[in-house]
């Protein structure tokens, strides 16, 4: 699988690096191949506390998955996020299964 993981506006730690790559590579569980990961986290400077964006694109064959969360956290946004992209992949799954 190929990665990219980019942060805007911050500098993030190691700890939120890893999980993010651990968390996504764990979405090959549901749905294979996985070709590509584009992971956006960013800081966007504004008066709300919810201010910390995680944005998910899987490049898989045919369509890809796209979801995005924004909370108080990037851990909290990073699950949404994944949970988000795992329903559309379990859902892509299902239609490939019909359509043989």
Same mark, same amino acid.
């Given at each position: 699988?190929?990665?990219?993981?980019?942060?805007?506006?911050?500098?993030?730690?190691?700890?939120?690096?890893?999980?993010?790559?651990?968390?996504?590579?764990? #979405?090959?569980?549901?749905?294979?191949?996985?070709?590509?990961?584009?992971? $956006? #986290?960013?800081?966007? $400077?504004?008066?709300?506390?919810?201010?910390? =964006?995680?944005?998910?694109? #899987?490049?898989?064959?045919?369509?890809?998955? $796209?979801?995005?969360?924004?909370?108080? *956290?990037?851990?909290?946004? #990073?699950?949404? *996020?994944?949970?988000?992209? =795992? =329903?559309?992949?379990?859902?892509?799954?299902?239609?490939?299964?019909?359509?043989?």
């Amino acid at each position: 699988m190929k990665w990219d993981i980019q942060t805007v506006g911050f500098n993030a730690k190691n700890e939120l690096l890893e999980s993010t790559k651990e968390s996504v590579m764990k #979405l090959e569980k549901y749905f294979t191949p996985i070709i590509g990961a584009e992971v $956006y #986290l960013r800081l966007e $400077y504004d008066n709300q506390n919810e201010n910390k =964006k995680v944005e998910v694109k #899987l490049n898989i064959p045919g369509e890809d998955v $796209y979801a995005e969360h924004k909370s108080e *956290s990037f851990e909290h946004s #990073l699950h949404e *996020s994944i949970d988000k992209v =795992k =329903k559309q992949l379990l859902k892509k799954k299902d239609l490939e299964r019909a359509h043989r």
